[in-house]
């Protein structure tokens, strides 16, 4: 279980809980060709399926699956996508996800998201890991985490499962020797 959401911010990026002032960026996440295919993002969007979303991404930390934080733009305080830390089966490690709207990649938000959440996290007591999976052809995903300081460890191949096939994945972790 993590503790109460934490507040992260840098002078570029804030992570935070999501609020419903986050629609706007939940409603093009949503028109995105990738994303919603991957995450709880509703598609379509409407209103109501963008409030049941940032419901749920409260009820992660609240049921104790997870903490879902949403990446903000500091200057202007413009939700840009989200990151999230998944409690898995083994002991001491959490999975990651993230993912940015179309219209601010390429600027930061997520690989320095990704830096601040990652040294946060790997100082909460009983975590000694974090792996993402992150599919092959993503090298926008690679790039963020590579940069972020992850290590690619493997080729899991046919892993991951979807609604329509079974895809490999490259398995990335970060520990604490990492960041020291």
Known sequence: MF?????????????????????????EASRDPVIPGGTSVPNPFSDEAGRAFVERQWSRQTSGSGL???????????????????HREQPGVVGLGYWTVTSLRRQGFT?????????????????????????PDN??????????????E???RKYLSTNTARLDVLLYSLIREDIA
């Open 154 to 156: 493997g080729w899991l």
């Open 68 to 86: 879902s934080l949403a990446i903000v733009e500091a200057a202007s305080g413009t939700a840009a996508g989200m990151m999230g830390l998944f």
């Open 139 to 152: 090298v926008g995903s690679i790039r963020v985490a590579e940069n972020a300081g992850f290590h690619r």
């Open 3 to 27: 503790p109460e959401a934490p507040q992260l911010r840098d002078e570029l990026v804030v992570l935070r809980s999501w609020s419903y002032y986050d629609l706007p960026c939940i409603e």
């Open 111 to 135: 690989r320095r998201s990704l830096s601040l959440l990652g040294r946060w996290a790997l100082g909460v007591p009983g975590i000694a890991r974090i792996e993402a999976l992150i599919e």
